[in-house]
């Protein structure tokens, strides 16, 4: 049975749609906005998996908690006119935590304070007032339709919008407005939604104006708030920034001090333009002088034109397939003219043939057989990293290998994470394939690890180079191949292969040695 406070009106078909709709946008702004803190938090502290665990517990925890708390609002008095103060306030409410809370991380963050507080809090702040809402407006609704209905329509468009956010936040908010913009742009959705109940419901009319004025304000504030996180940004390098992108997959920067380029991906480090050759020599020709004559190469990640560089300059290569996630980094790299210097144009070398997408799913894709494989990924931070190096995706490169063909990766730096590099090498001999672990020290890194593998057959030496090199010769060659001693785990301790169904390499990349006291 339909239930109404002997003081409330019934509410016009118009009123009912506009509450159903601001449910619908409530939620797209709310996934958004969680989304937003996680990609956030990840680029802030570097730990995406422990990022994104924190923000949506303490989300959803916290929507849990607002929607426990709407129960006690609105409880006197007229209910349907305290009902939509209760929402307007906080529809209200979300509008400065939009807008200036991530700007709040970014400049805490640059002073060194207690970033993982402030993530807490302005989850928490946000999840609560987001809890609030649905229930009341299904309160609302309940006194003009039966509670099932009401209930029904109200989750309906709840979900309706979480989808929408879900897909607007990686396919067109993040990669065309960046984190801040965005922020700024969700501030001003909760305005627009209180400015149009306030002129469709006749209980919130007081708040018309005030609100008609307060959306050309936020709008306003809005357009500072994007230059003003780029001069926080800029804080946190030490050289000056010389480019800056925003993709749906990272944070990429650019900057430089004299002759000193420098290529950041979410705030780490990726290359020095300084000693970058000695690793992506170390990289691509060792596995290039063990074929002999390779003349057809698969290149993954390194979408920068650095290894393609090297890979280049073997005049046996008649094709190279470049396989990259991220097509603003390629961008970057054919467009920026530091960048394309120093990468010597090589992406527009008529024998490379350029691929864009996710490396597990499009390797399969590729025309084999490749003489020489090369994957150049981030370090296996997360499951979702991790997965380019397990034995799966070494599975993946087996069958697109020649008979005589040479695999190589990167295996992260084995002083700080030995287990890394080990439990790569552990994952292709998992595939029976023959491994040769070797280093390199790179000043701007320290000793850097890589893995070379191939399958099983007599030893072959190195081929001599067809070209000076800044620092590998035949004598190099050979001295990467000595690994310390303590560049590799502990005696008698055993290393897992890393597989898709319990990526181990994840965490033993997190699990550093000074995070353990070693010595």
Do not use: K
């Amino acid at each position: 049975m339909s239930r109404s406070a002997p003081s409330s009106r019934r509410l016009s078909g118009g009123q009912v749609q506009l509450l159903l709709i601001t449910a619908a946008i409530s939620s797209c702004v709310g996934l958004v906005l969680e989304l937003l803190l996680v990609a956030q938090a990840s680029y802030l502290v570097g730990d995406a998996a422990l990022a994104t665990g924190v923000v949506v517990g303490t989300f959803l925890a916290a929507m849990g908690l607002g929607a426990w708390l709407s129960q006690f609002l609105a409880t006197a008095g007229d209910p349907q006119r305290q009902l939509l103060r209760a929402l307007l306030r906080v529809e209200l409410g979300l509008s400065p935590l939009c807008l200036l809370g991530p700007l709040a991380l970014f400049a805490l963050f640059a002073v060194d304070g207690p970033i993982w507080l402030a993530v807490v809090l302005l989850t928490l702040l946000v999840g609560v007032l987001g809890g609030m809402e649905l229930p009341l407006i299904t309160r609302l609704l309940e006194n003009q339709q039966q509670l099932r209905t009401a209930l029904a329509r109200v989750l309906a468009l709840d979900y309706l919008g979480a989808l929408a956010g879900a897909l607007l936040f990686p396919l067109v908010l993040l990669p065309w407005l960046g984190l801040l913009p965005t922020a700024a742009a969700l501030a001003v959705v909760p305005l627009v939604t209180s400015a149009l109940l306030a002129w469709r419901f006749p209980e919130l009319r007081r708040w018309r104006w005030p609100l008609g004025a307060a959306v050309p304000l936020t709008l306003l504030a809005g357009a500072v708030v994007g230059p003003l996180g780029d001069r926080i940004e800029d804080s946190l390098y030490a050289d000056p920034v010389v480019g800056r992108m925003q993709s749906r997959h990272q944070r990429i920067v650019l900057t430089r001090r004299r002759g000193d380029l420098r290529l950041y991906l979410d705030g780490s480090l990726q290359f020095s333009s300084l000693d970058e050759y000695r690793y992506h020599e170390a990289l691509v020709h060792p596995a290039m002088a063990l074929h002999g004559r390779p003349q057809r190469v698969l290149l993954l990640g390194a979408g920068d034109g650095l290894a393609l560089r090297e890979v280049l300059r073997w005049p046996a290569v008649r094709q190279v397939d470049l396989l990259e996630l991220d097509p603003a980094m390629l961008q970057l790299a054919r467009r920026h003219p530091l960048l394309r210097r120093l990468n010597a144009g090589s992406l527009a070398d008529p024998r490379v043939r350029v691929h864009v997408g996710d490396a597990f799913a499009r390797v399969a894709e590729l025309d084999g057989p490749y003489d020489v494989v090369i994957a150049d990924f981030p370090d296996p931070a997360t499951a979702a990293v991790a997965r380019l190096y397990s034995v799966a995706f070494y599975g993946r490169l087996r069958q697109r290998l020649a008979g005589d063909g040479v695999l190589v990766t990167q295996a992260s730096t084995p002083f700080f994470t030995p287990r890394v590099l080990a439990s790569i090498q552990a994952s292709l001999e998992h595939l029976g394939l023959r491994t040769r672990p070797y280093s390199v020290s790179v000043p701007s890194f320290g000793p850097w690890g890589f893995v070379l593998a191939q399958r099983s057959g007599p030893e072959r030496g190195f081929a001599p180079l067809p070209f000076t090199g800044r620092w590998v010769d035949a004598t190099e060659l050979e001295r990467l191949f000595e690994l310390p001693r303590d560049l590799r785990p502990d005696p008698g301790e055993t290393v897992l292969p890393n597989r898709l169904g319990r990526p181990v390499l994840a965490e033993y990349q997190r699990r550093s040695r000074w995070q353990q006291g070693w010595p």
